[in-house]
Antibody, heavy 119, light 107 residues
C-alpha cells in the first residue's frame, strides 16, 4: 500500500519561499498524478497544483505566479515551492495521489504538514 | 473557477439517522464530483467518485447521487465512526475546487 509523507520547515518568514517534499513509499511514483492541497486552520481544502511523473504540471490560477511543483523519480519524491508567502499561506499542506491514471480524485493522502508563516 | 457550495454547514444527528448533505456547483460539472470524509487531525479520505461510485472499502451505507449542478451524499444509518467533516470536490475543469465542508456532529 502506497504511503505519502510530507516534510519541510514548519515555520517560514513572510516574503520567503515555502519548500516542502513529499516522499512516496510502497509504490512507484511513475504513471501517477501527484497533487498538493492545503487547508488553512478551520477552513476548507484548496488545491494548489499537480504534476505528472513525466513532469507536466497544472496549477491553481490563483497561486500560479508563486507555485512550482517538481518531481524526482529517482528519489520517489514530489516537491512544492511557494514563493513570497504571507500569513494567508499558513495551512496544513497535503500531498495526494490521483486515482488510477487520473489527476483526481485523490485516493491516497499524506498525513499533512503544518506550515506557519510568521516573523 | 467553479464554486462549490455545501449545505448545511453543520448537521446534528443521532446514531441510526439517515443524513443527506447537498453540494451545488456554480456551473454544470456533469458527474465529475467526489466526496471525502475528514476526521480531526487526519487527512481526507475518498468516499465517492464520479458522483455515485463507491471507493473500495467504503461501507455501503454511504451513497452519492446527482448530475449537473446538484449532488448529494447520503449516509443511510449514521454510525459512531461517521461523525466527521464531509467535503465535495469537482473535477470537471482543470482548476479543481472543493466545497467548504459539512460537519456532522452528535445530536
Amino acid at each position: 500500500q502506497v504511503q505519502l509523507q510530507e516534510s519541510g520547515p514548519g515555520l517560514v518568514k513572510p516574503s520567503e519561499t515555502l519548500s516542502l517534499t513529499c516522499t512516496v513509499s510502497g509504490g512507484s511514483i511513475s504513471s501517477y498524478y501527484w497533487s498538493w492541497i492545503r487547508q488553512p486552520p478551520g477552513k476548507g481544502l484548496e488545491w494548489i497544483g499537480y504534476i505528472y511523473y513525466s513532469g507536466s504540471t497544472n496549477y491553481n490560477p490563483s497561486l500560479k505566479s508563486r507555485v512550482t511543483i517538481s518531481v524526482d523519480t529517482s528519489k520517489n519524491q514530489v516537491s512544492l515551492k511557494l514563493s513570497s508567502v504571507t500569513a494567508a499561506d499558513t495551512a496544513m499542506y497535503y500531498c495526494a495521489r490521483g486515482l488510477g491514471t487520473s489527476v483526481t480524485p485523490f485516493d491516497s493522502w499524506g498525513q499533512g504538514t503544518l506550515v506557519t508563516v510568521s516573523s | 473557477d467553479i464554486q462549490m457550495t455545501q449545505s448545511p454547514s453543520t448537521l446534528s444527528a443521532s446514531v441510526g439517522d439517515r443524513v443527506t448533505i447537498t453540494c451545488r456547483a456554480s456551473q454544470t460539472i456533469s458527474d465529475w464530483l467526489a466526496w471525502y470524509q475528514q476526521k480531526p487531525g487526519k487527512a481526507p479520505k475518498l468516499l465517492i467518485y464520479k458522483a455515485s461510485s463507491l471507493e473500495s472499502g467504503v461501507p455501503l451505507r454511504f451513497s452519492g447521487g446527482g448530475y449537473g449542478t446538484e449532488f448529494t451524499l447520503t449516509i443511510s444509518s449514521l454510525q459512531p465512526d461517521d461523525f466527521a467533516i464531509y467535503s465535495c470536490q469537482q473535477y470537471n475543469s482543470y482548476s479543481l475546487t472543493f466545497g467548504q465542508g459539512t460537519k456532522v456532529e452528535i445530536k
